[in-house]
């Protein structure tokens, strides 16, 4: 009884082991790039929605990734938070940091922000999401019709089908030939808000398109 009891003891202690070994050590989420970078980790600079983007920065960093972001203004320019992601981009790469290990995420004028980021940086190992960020004013249609076409790298678009305010990105997506893109026209019933909250729905989505290199 007493070698049965040792042999449970064992196999236990082993499925622990394995199990911790299994576990992805949780990031944290910082408004900018940390003084010491890491070249080994995964990065994500989130430009946040309308809503407090933490509850996702919280959820994305326990995943795995450093989330850089902070809060929005009320009405931001989606040239300027891409200007400012670039530029972390740009330092996150001089320290080190492979372009396949940084992606680049964005809701609403924020996804429109990453769009015009990856017009900008053109790199074909970035990764970008967009989440309802296609359509919504004038400001993307400008972008569409005028810069989409320099875009480079691989890009997700994901929105709800009754979102009033977000449409496709395919007339920015037509334009970039060296873009690698896919978008998924979701109907949970969520519409523009449903990307203000950590739903494992849409994250679970988002998670598979960045592991998959």
């Known amino acids: 009884m007493r070698r049965r009891g040792g042999r449970a003891a064992a196999l236990l202690l082993a499925l622990l082991a394995l199990t911790f070994l299994g576990a992805t050590e949780a990031g944290q989420v910082r408004s900018d790039v940390p003084d010491r970078i890491d070249p080994s980790a995964r990065y994500l600079i989130f430009i946040q929605g309308p809503a407090p983007g933490e509850p996702v920065a919280n959820a994305f960093a326990n995943r795995g990734f450093e989330v850089l972001t902070e809060r929005r203004n009320p009405n931001p320019d989606p040239f300027d ?8 981009i740009r330092k996150l790469m001089a320290a080190g940091v492979s372009a396949p290990r940084i992606a680049v995420m964005g809701y609403d004028v924020g996804g429109t922000a990453a769009l015009v980021a990856a017009a900008r940086i053109r790199d074909p190992d970035l990764s970008y999401v967009v989440l309802a960020g296609c359509g919504l004013d004038e400001r993307y249609e400008r972008f569409a019709t005028q810069a989409a076409d320099q875009m480079a790298g691989r890009v997700l ?3 709800e089908k009754t979102d009033p305010q977000a449409e496709s990105c395919q007339l920015a997506f037509s334009k970039a030939k060296a873009l690698e893109s896919d978008e998924k026209l979701l109907s949970n019933g969520g519409g523009h ?4 909250e950590p739903d494992p729905f849409w994250i679970d989505l988002v998670m598979a398109f960045l592991d998959r290199r």
């Open 81 to 88: 938070l891409a200007r400012r992601a670039g530029d972390q």
């Open 157 to 159: 678009h994901l929105w």
């Open 193 to 196: 808000e449903m990307f203000g």
